[in-house]
């Protein structure tokens, strides 16, 4: 089955700074990368997300890259502001009946 | 518009004892899905839904049953409750298949002693 790495567990940053997250997978077939949000004590919540066919999408101040030949993808946010603290998920999907592998989570501590 | 809807929030169970904990959806979505959270590991899948009328084991099965009773429900059940089923419970459902945005529930935190 689809196997997904998450790195790094922990990412402390100042206001102000970027912030990348990355992961890798282990099925060069999965072609859906979404990106999960889940602040403290809340539900996880989509952000962001892509497809196989598309090297690299933005919305605002996040943006994801996906590099299908090396089996990576990463979550770039810039400018980064107190309320994007929280624990992100990645995740890589095969489609159709395939269920979704995640990431085991990064914490994201944006200090003012 | 709910969304997902999970009862109930919180939960204490002693050893031994049984629970259902419910979802229901009203997005129309074919899959459900049911994961457990627990520190450092991530969302990790129990059971899901591909759509009404099938179920399927995902990564932690053991101890956990579902039932889909309906293209809107999912409910799992723990039959003999365990101290390492402490968890966060989240259900989930996706339009269809895996390759769509997959919606949350508010999480159920449920406490074995």
Same mark, same amino acid.
């Given at each position: 089955?689809?196997?997904?790495?998450?790195?790094?567990?922990?990412? /402390?940053?100042?206001?102000?700074?970027?912030?990348?997250?990355?992961?890798?997978?282990? #099925?060069?077939?999965?072609?859906?990368?979404? =990106?999960?949000?889940?602040? *403290?004590?809340?539900?996880?919540?989509?952000? %962001?997300?892509?497809?196989?066919?598309?090297?690299?999408?933005?919305? &605002? $101040? %996040?943006?994801?890259? +996906?590099?299908?030949?090396?089996?990576?993808?990463?979550?770039?946010?810039?400018?980064? &502001?107190?309320?994007?603290?929280?624990?992100?998920?990645?995740?890589?999907?095969?489609?159709?009946?395939?269920?979704?592998?995640?990431? $085991?989570?990064? /914490? +994201?501590?944006?200090?003012? | 518009?709910?969304?997902?809807?999970?009862?109930?929030?919180?939960?204490?169970?002693?050893?031994?004892?049984?629970?259902?904990?419910?979802?229901?959806?009203? !997005?129309?979505?074919? @899959? !459900?899905? =049911?994961?457990?959270?627990?520190?450092? !590991?991530? +969302? $990790?899948?129990?059971?899901?839904?591909?759509?009404?009328?099938?179920? #399927?084991?995902?990564?932690?099965?053991?101890?956990?049953?579902? /039932? $889909? *009773?309906?293209?809107?429900?999912? @409910?799992?059940? *723990?039959?003999?409750?365990?101290?390492? &089923?402490?968890?966060?419970?989240?259900?989930?459902? @996706?339009?269809?298949? @895996?390759?769509?945005?997959?919606?949350?529930?508010?999480?159920?935190?449920?406490?074995?002693?």
């Amino acid at each position: 089955g689809e196997n997904v790495e998450q790195h790094p567990s922990t990412l /402390s940053v100042q206001e102000g700074d970027s912030a990348v997250i990355k992961c890798t997978y282990s #099925d060069s077939a999965s072609n859906y990368f979404p =990106w999960y949000k889940q602040e *403290l004590g809340k539900r996880p919540q989509l952000i %962001i997300d892509i497809r196989s066919n598309v090297g690299e999408k933005k919305d &605002q $101040r %996040i943006a994801v890259t +996906l590099n299908k030949t090396a089996k990576h993808f990463s979550l770039h946010i810039t400018e980064t &502001q107190p309320e994007d603290s929280a624990v992100y998920f990645c995740a890589a999907s095969l489609g159709g009946s395939y269920i979704p592998t995640f990431g $085991r989570g990064t /914490s +994201l501590i944006v200090h003012p | 518009n709910a969304g997902v809807t999970q009862t109930p929030k919180f939960q204490v169970l002693k050893t031994g004892q049984s629970m259902t904990l419910q979802c229901a959806q009203d !997005m129309n979505h074919n @899959s !459900m899905y =049911w994961y457990r959270q627990d520190p450092g !590991m991530g +969302l $990790r899948l129990i059971y899901y839904s591909a759509s009404e009328g099938t179920t #399927d084991k995902g990564e932690v099965p053991n101890g956990y049953n579902v /039932s $889909r *009773l309906n293209k809107r429900e999912f @409910s799992l059940r *723990l039959e003999s409750a365990a101290p390492s &089923q402490t968890s966060v419970y989240f259900c989930a459902s @996706s339009l269809t298949g @895996s390759d769509t945005e997959a919606f949350f529930g508010q999480g159920t935190r449920l406490t074995v002693v």
